[in-house]
């Protein structure tokens, strides 16, 4: 069964930046705190760019659509965030080329972008970076069939929550050592926005 | 806030505009791009060098472009590292066939960034070398993390490599300086007053009235440690010492810089370049150079860095060697 | 107050001290003396040029003392013109024989003092000759006044007669031209947060939020109009207008100088200087060198001045010239 | 009749420096709110000197005493008040020299510093400078036999008062235009406390 099709997923983009705008000053609060304060300044203009680039294209596919997106993320904001999504997105559409969406090539579509993170940013689980969220909703999906949709957002909810306890290893967090305790990862919160947003399209009527 | 601006996300471009209107005898701007590059580049037969970073480090980097310096910089929204199809259009304008360098400071960003930007190059049958400067002492020197972040020492790297390149050497003599550099160079830094990135309109950290962060980075990343504001004598002493502890200076010639953060006065400076100079002279170090100044800003943050680079012959040399560079002339 | 300091009645003789270390291989200091000199002062057959004023300006004015430039700065207290007797010392150790040029800014303590070190100096035989720098649109010209006070333009007005002395002019020559830039430079300044003298510990004046002060002195004196905080393109304007409306430029070329008063960034400084080239550019004035950076400061206060200078192919020329000065290579 | 001696003219610069002492941040907010915020500082650090200088000193005069604070004054103290005391006390020094300050040679003396500001400053009465208060000084003992000595103080006081309706037209606060209004000369003031300060060695057994 598909569970995405182009109409949903240019939706998810859209939906993603009505998030990163609402969120775009507890994004950089949470980047002030622990890392340089431009997160949510970061999230906020790529997916506008995003969103504008794919308000201005016509698409055939879901990958075509993710892969607009991997490319803007990729060309307009800098930074970690930028690399690591804009590779996230690249992998998603590289292994949905030529693929209907449904449950099972989705899976496979968000291990390889957790791959991509893993390879991009050299990052393991656990250490206080987006790489934890993608983690646990790779691990979410290989979990049987989903049933509800809302257990992938509790299971994203839960990582974050755990990402506070954490000394970071990777990123600018890691400087911080002891002091990164009690602090929220902001990749790891504005990972969540995006698994937030994907469940938002996925439960639409279509 | 208050800063003297038009809009918070037109910095970058019209920081560029009024960069090439006020320069434009020595540097130019790769039209469509965040590249600011020497007027001539690229200088045939001469290696290219690209460095870069997020912008709110004037004069870094477009400041160090010239003739003995940097080929280009490419220029990043504030505290964000450059895209890598920007760091390409700087590697393609600076590339003359024989090879460009690219003077990276260690942060995952700029790393990953610039990592993908000579990926592309390489693609386009350009070849590129990679440098990744790593001077802050104040942050652990560890495989399993990120290591230790480049700060102010970068401006040697630049200075250093900048004139080997002028000499005619090739890619993989001046990516050798660039590391010997690398390698003997340490920064760390201390902050009094945090600094404001536009976009986010609110200071990036708070200070108690009485306190100071040491050990800070560049981009108002929160530092190791918050002690008590301490006499200029005892932060530079702090500071100086840490330096000191990483690697051996014992008899050797060092260059000395003193960098402010964007906000400390030039007095202040002196009077901490007063104490290094106090503190090298009783470990018989002896300074060959001294700079003092704003070198690598992170925006109107009060504070400063010191960075030590041990020399030897090759590289005393290569640091008196002619620079155009507007923020760096020689 | 937090600032980077061991004791605040030590600071002008600890940042002397860090001076002259740091730049050794060019600058002197007289011993027991405020004064910074050439290293190679007296130059013979050079008519001597020594400027100075209270610190708190860095780099001016130790920073405009080298070959090209100055041959001596005479440095007071923060904000406080220093004493006869120190400016004395300035003149004993430029004066070769060719006589001695004082460039005082209009203060009238700057020019009290250095009167009486011109009588002094004339009294031991030495020729003095002075010349007043009042570049300061802000203030009204009137003979029933004070005047117009110095401010940034006096920079050009060092660099110019500098290389007017070094290519062995006459006294009365280098007067003659020190003057012409008096005549064509005018400037205007705004801040957006006072400086504190490190002695009064606490800020020199209090703005709002969303307010800034235009036309301010650089010694942390109040300006001539407290308006709300407008964009940069905005204030910019305001000062460009009072600055043209004050002498001819059409058709003229003209040097700028946009300095920053110690804790804006460069950044913001150069996105000044868009406007101030766009607004050059309609008039039809052409820009043939333009300075962006810190030259004459004011502590930390948050604010910049823009400078224009009319210039003749003489003042070309001149201000072309090599200098060797720390805080004006060229 | 003698009505200054050595003795009270050494303590008359120790109670001028207690009163720089005292005043010094209400002289520097004065100079903070029309000037650069430099004046108490100034008048600390040069009356400090003199007072070091005559500590270290032996006179045989109040003309050498007076010289002594003059070049202390000159050579120490920068800004605009420093020539101006400078050549205040120098201008009574000489006015004094050889002679035994009696009222009438005191009055002289006072006139002569007087002109000495005047000359140095090219200060005329009601510019809102120091030169009002000695001004006022010198009018006031222009007038018959002094009996009571307070009353130069009140003198004083008074004009220090006027100042603060005056437009200034020479120092740093003549940049301020009409917004030095309200505001009282911090040069003013600071003469204020010399005469205090005269005042309170005068009545002095000696
Ligand atoms: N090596 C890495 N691997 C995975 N994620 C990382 C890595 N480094 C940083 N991140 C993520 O990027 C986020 C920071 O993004 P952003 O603030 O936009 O970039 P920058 O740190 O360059 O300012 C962190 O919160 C973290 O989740
Ligand atoms: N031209 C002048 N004639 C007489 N007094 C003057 C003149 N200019 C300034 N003053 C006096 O000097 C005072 C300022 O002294 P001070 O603050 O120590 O020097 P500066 O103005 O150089 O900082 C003023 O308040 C005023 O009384
Ligand atoms: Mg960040
Ligand atoms: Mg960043
Ligand atoms: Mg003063
Ligand atoms: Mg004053």
Known sequence: ?206 | MKKVLNSTDQVVEEMLDGFVTAHADSVKRIPDTTVIARKDAPVSGKVGLVSGGGSGHEPAHGGYVGKGMLDAAVVGEVFTSPTPDQVLEGIKATDSGSGVLLIIKNYTGDVMNFDMAAELAEAEGITVEKVIVNDDVAVEDSTFTTGRRGIAGTVFVHKIAGAIAESGASLAEVKAAAEKVIKNVRSMGVALESCTVPAAGKPSFTLKEDEVEIGIGIHGEPGIERVPLQSANEITSTLVAKILADIDYTNSEVAVLVNGMGATPEMELFIVHRQVAKMLGEKGINIYKTWVGEYMTSLEMTGFSISLLKLDDQLKEALDGQSDAIAFRL
Not at chain 1, 10 to 37: P, S
């Open chain 1, 1 to 206: 069964m598909i569970i995405l099709t182009v109409e949903q997923t240019i939706q998810w983009m859209k939906e993603i930046h009505k998030r990163m705008e609402v969120n775009k000053e507890q994004l950089t609060t949470l980047d002030q705190a622990i890392g340089d304060g431009d997160h949510g300044i970061n999230m906020e203009r790529g997916f506008a760019e995003v969103v504008d680039k794919i308000n201005n294209t016509d698409y055939d596919t879901v990958a075509d659509v993710l892969k607009s997106a991997a490319m803007t993320l990729t060309a307009k904001v800098g930074g970690a965030s930028g690399p690591l999504y804009g590779t996230a997105f690249l992998k998603m559409a590289t292994a949905l080329q030529d693929k209907e969406v449904n449950q099972q090539n989705f899976k496979v579509a968000i291990d390889e972008a957790l791959e991509g993170i893993k390879m991009r940013g050299k990052a393991e689980f656990g250490e206080k970076t987006m790489y934890d969220v993608w983690y646990q909703a790779a691990a979410f999906l290989d979990s049987e069939k989903v049933e509800d949709w809302q257990e992938l957002i509790e299971a994203c909810q839960a990582t974050i929550e755990d990402t506070r306890a954490l000394i970071a290893t990777k990123g600018r967090a890691s400087y911080l050592k002891e002091r990164a305790i009690g602090h929220v990862d902001p990749g790891s919160m504005s990972s969540f926005y995006m698994f937030e947003a994907l469940v938002s399209v996925l439960e639409l009527e279509v």
